[in-house]
């Protein structure tokens, strides 16, 4: 075989090669991809579930408030008060404010590590859900792999595998 006709096959290869490659990213790709933060922002379930938790989060942080501000109404009582004060009586006044102190810290730190597991299990149940939805819409439009662009994953995707409005629709029905 002469030289001229094994560059012209290995051409021909090449351009086949790349027409296949090319092919196999059109709408009948079986690789898609899914734009997570989008998906995230454009899901009513999880637009309810913010405002779920944010309303727990409220309601949980005004009773820390409540009593900070007891606290800070006591730290001003025994200061104003301090000066007609046994050295007893400061001890022990100084005592039970580091003690209610010490108290609300630890509530405050409870009611902090409550509200990341709610914020966590309300994330899981919408993520399952999701998950499960994305699966089937996978399954019924012949995709054999749908990826996620979770921080930035994909640093690329061509928009003809972009079905992110589509799962978007799908969890919203």
């Known amino acids: 075989m002469s030289i001229k006709l ?7 290869l090449v351009i086949a090669i790349g027409h296949l490659y090319y092919l196999s990213f059109d709408r009948d790709s079986v690789l898609a991809y899914v ?3 989008r998906l995230m922002e454009g899901a009513n379930e999880m637009t ?10 409220e309601q949980a942080m005004a009773r820390v408030d409540t009593l900070t501000l007891e606290f800070q109404q006591e730290l001003m009582r025994h200061e104003r008060q301090v000066s007609s ?12 404010l580091q003690s209610k102190r010490q108290q609300i810290l630890q509530y405050q ?4 590590e409550k509200l990341s597991q709610r914020e966590q299990e309300l994330t899981s149940k919408f ?10 819409y996978g399954e019924d439009n012949g995709y054999q792999v749908i990826l996620g662009t ?6 690329y995707g061509d928009k003809a595998m972009d079905v992110t409005d ?8």
């Open 48 to 57: 309810d579930l913010q405002k779920e938790f944010q309303a727990e989060r």
């Open 109 to 112: 730190e409870a009611v902090m």
């Open 166 to 173: 589509e799962v978007i629709r799908k969890i919203n029905e």
């Open 127 to 136: 993520l399952q859900r999701t998950n499960k939805l994305i699966a089937e």
């Open 150 to 155: 979770v921080n930035g994953n994909i640093l």
């Open 35 to 37: 734009e997570t933060n």
């Open 6 to 12: 094994v560059k012209a096959l290995l051409a021909l």
């Open 85 to 96: 004060m046994t050295e007893k009586e400061k001890e022990l006044s100084k005592g039970l």
